[in-house]
T-cell receptor, first 111, second 111 residues
Framework: DSGVTQTPKHLITATGQRVTLRCSPRSGDLSVYWYQQSLDQGLQFLIHYYNGEERAKGNILERFSAQQFPDLHSELNLSSLELGDSALYFC??????????FGSGTRLTVV | GEDVEQSLFLSVREGDSSVINCTYTDSSSTYLYWYKQEPGAGLQLLTYIFSNMDMKQDQRLTVLLNKKDKHLSLRIADTQTGDSAIYFCAESITAGTALIFGKGTTLSVSS
């Protein structure tokens, strides 16, 4: 157990739908990073939050959004889902700014 | 721009040494990482090296950094079948910035 908790582990949904992925960082970690892993694109950075504030955006689509709550958990919202959004979504947390700890991921399947 | 490249596949025999190579393009990268991903699992941090270091050793793992050539390698001594996994090289420009990953090297260990 890495200490980073992601729920749900698996999600199957239809095209056009909206889903929310949840991440609880390791205790004490203020930073949360979201990544998408697909076979063709590899691991792509989506967005970074630090203590509730957005710090950096990567290759995140406009249909996707995220937030970090006062208790430091984060949610990634994916809307108007397309088949191509099927992927593994990881979150990672960090306190020191190096040594990022990853969760076990949420596997999203869009049918 | 930022880019991290790795060879896609490496096959070794049990007991041999494995060397996984990585090149990165951003000379200002401060931290370089190696992560391991087993099938169906998240990413496990193996080791990291600061850019002011040339080498780091941790049990069976040796990391070599050549800043001039922007080349990073991970050597696994006495490779075991349990080392079979995908190994990702990653860089971050400064502490706290998002990791940029390579596409991963699949290590296959045969007995």
């Amino acid at each position: 157990d890495s200490g980073v908790t992601q729920t749900p582990k698996h999600l199957i949904t239809a095209t056009g739908q909206r889903v929310t992925l949840r991440c609880s960082p390791r205790s004490g970690d203020l930073s949360v990073y979201w990544y998408q892993q697909s076979l063709d694109q590899g691991l792509q950075f989506l967005i970074h939050y630090y203590n509730g504030e957005e710090r950096a955006k990567g290759n995140i689509l406009e249909r996707f959004s995220a937030q970090q709550f006062p208790d430091l958990h984060s949610e990634l919202n994916l809307s108007s889902l397309e088949l191509g959004d099927s992927a593994l979504y990881f979150c990672a947390s960090s306190s020191t700014g190096y040594g990022y700890t990853f969760g076990s991921g949420t596997r999203l399947t869009v049918v | 721009g930022e880019d991290v490249e790795q060879s896609l596949f490496l096959s070794v025999r049990e007991g041999d040494s494995s060397v996984i190579n990585c090149t990165y393009t951003d000379s200002s990268s401060t931290y370089l990482y190696w992560y391991k991903q087993e099938p169906g699992a998240g990413l496990q941090l193996l080791t990291y090296i600061f850019s002011n270091m040339d080498m780091k050793q941790d049990q069976r793992l040796t990391v070599l950094l050549n800043k001039k050539d922007k080349h990073l390698s991970l050597r696994i001594a006495d490779t075991q079948t349990g080392d079979s996994a995908i190994y990702f090289c990653a860089e971050s420009i400064t502490a706290g910035t998002a990791l940029i990953f390579g596409k991963g090297t699949t290590l296959s260990v045969s007995s």
